[in-house]
């Protein structure tokens, strides 16, 4: 158990540009989160897949943004058009979903993006 | 209405206290309920989970939920200056698959 892992720690890029973050669960962990946080306030949900199926995505999230897990292993993040808004701190967690006791998530160390 | 809400502090207790830190959610459906500490600088961690009424301990951590009125709490007895951190509750609401929904958080200090 290696733990959850992204890339890149940091990004900072110009507005306009496109960005895609990187995210490799544990490795028999079927569940995959996204989630964004921004200074004082707590993780707000984006997305998640269960193995390689999206099952469901944050209707504050614009089109701008689209996630992708495919064969259900690594997923990554992409933001199109980058708006100085976006600026936040990118996480990445798994799980082994639902075990008839709940769901613990394991979060990964996060991708920092600065939108200038 | 927010899903789930914090009181975002900061809390301040003295070391050696009793840290008192609670939560409402809105989902009265929910069944899974969770806390975790983030360091600053890190990310989440998870440090209890519980799933029925009543009180669940752990160690110096106690969580109590009661469903009836939809309220999570989250006690740290003999606060150390090393529990200084913000305590993020967590619960899985069903919107039509299940997903976990974190409050802002609490920021605690301890105060040596």
């Known amino acids: 158990d290696t733990g959850v892992s992204q890339d890149p720690r940091h990004k900072i890029t110009k507005r306009g540009q496109n960005v895609t973050f990187r995210c490799d669960p544990i490795s028999e962990h079927n569940r995959l989160y996204w989630y964004r946080q921004t200074l004082g306030q707590g993780p707000e949900f984006l997305t998640y897949?269960?193995?390689?199926?999206?099952?469901?995505k944050s209707r504050l999230l614009s089109d701008r943004f689209s996630a992708e897990r495919p064969k259900g292993s690594f997923s990554t993040l992409e933001i199109q058009r980058t708006e100085q808004g976006d600026s936040a701190m990118y996480l990445c967690?798994?799980?082994?979903?639902?075990?008839?006791?709940?769901?613990?998530?394991?979060f990964g160390s996060g991708t920092q993006l600065s939108v200038l | 209405q927010k899903e789930v809400e914090q009181n975002s502090g900061p809390l301040s207790v003295p070391e050696g206290a009793i840290a008192s830190l609670n939560c409402t959610y809105s989902d009265r459906g929910s069944q899974s309920f969770f806390w975790y500490r983030q360091y600053s600088g890190k990310s989440p961690e998870l440090i209890m989970s519980?799933?029925?009424?009543g009180d669940k301990e752990d160690g110096r951590f106690t969580a109590q939920l009661n469903k009836a009125s939809q309220y999570v709490s989250l006690l740290i007895r003999d606060s150390q200056p090393s529990d200084s951190a913000t305590y993020l509750c967590a619960v899985r609401i069903n919107t039509g698959g299940f997903k976990t929904i974190f409050g802002a958080g609490t920021r605690l200090f301890v105060k040596a």
């Open positions: 519980i799933y029925s009424n």
């Open positions: 967690a798994s799980s082994l979903g639902d075990r008839g006791s709940g769901e613990k998530l394991f």
């Open positions: 897949f269960q193995n390689e199926a999206q099952l469901e």
